[in-house]
Structure formats: structure tokens, C-alpha cells
């Protein structure tokens, strides 16, 4: 099973950017389907970003639409991130995920999780 490293995380005044990265290893990247997921202060687990393996089919949550993107390099087992014109509603813990097949963009969809890294969005 593939294991997953987010980094990138922080605190970053409303407009501002970060960019996450989840490090993979354990398993053949290129294979793997990966998603984004967050979930705020007494929130659930939401779906923000997917991306197949080779990137041909990419998928976004409506809330983060021509904000975010998703990207890989899977040289470099990694999966990405890029967020733009964050809001306070953006804050949350980001989670990485992996599976084999794109089934969906549920929690249940995805087998493989990293540990989350903290996003805060100041007003």
C-alpha cells in the first residue's frame, strides 16, 4: 500500500496562495489515482481535487473551481496542489489520498491516506 507525506501547510492572509505537495512512496505512482480532500473545524472530510493517473482527467469541487489545481510529476511521486485566492472558508486540515481506480470522489473512493497538513486563511 502506498504510503503519502503532505507538506506545504500554513497560515497565509485571505487572497494569498500555498501549494501542497504529498510525497508517495511504497507503491508504483504512476498507477495510482490521487485526490485532495479537507475538513474543517467540525466539518466532514470533503472532496477538493482528483487527478488520474497520467492527468488526462482532472475533477474539482465546486467551491474550489479557477482557484485551485491540481497537478503531478510522477518522476517525483508527487501530487500537488496549488491554491490561489484563498478565503477564510478555506481553512481546514488538507489531505492527501490514493487509490487504483477512480470510482469516485467520496472519502469511501479513495483506500490510502496521509497524516493531513494544516491550512489556516486569515481575514
Known amino acids: 500500500q502506498v504510503q503519502l507525506v503532505e507538506s506545504g501547510g500554513g497560515l497565509v492572509q485571505a487572497g494569498g496562495s500555498l501549494r501542497l505537495s504529498c510525497a508517495a512512496s511504497?507503491?508504483?505512482?504512476?498507477?495510482?489515482?490521487m485526490g485532495w480532500f479537507r475538513q474543517g473545524p467540525g466539518k466532514e472530510r470533503e472532496f477538493v481535487a482528483a487527478?488520474?493517473?497520467?492527468?488526462?482527467?482532472?475533477y474539482y469541487a465546486d467551491s474550489v473551481k479557477g482557484r485551485f489545481s491540481i497537478s503531478r510529476d510522477n518522476a517525483k511521486n508527487t501530487v500537488y496542489l496549488q491554491m490561489n485566492s484563498l478565503k477564510p472558508e478555506d481553512t481546514a486540515v488538507y489531505y492527501c489520498a490514493a487509490d487504483r481506480v477512480l470510482r469516485g470522489t467520496t472519502r469511501s473512493d479513495f483506500g490510502s491516506w496521509g497524516q493531513g497538513t494544516q491550512v489556516t486563511v486569515s481575514s
Open positions: 511504497g507503491g508504483t505512482f504512476s498507477s495510482y489515482v
Open positions: 487527478i488520474s493517473w497520467n492527468g488526462g482527467r482532472i
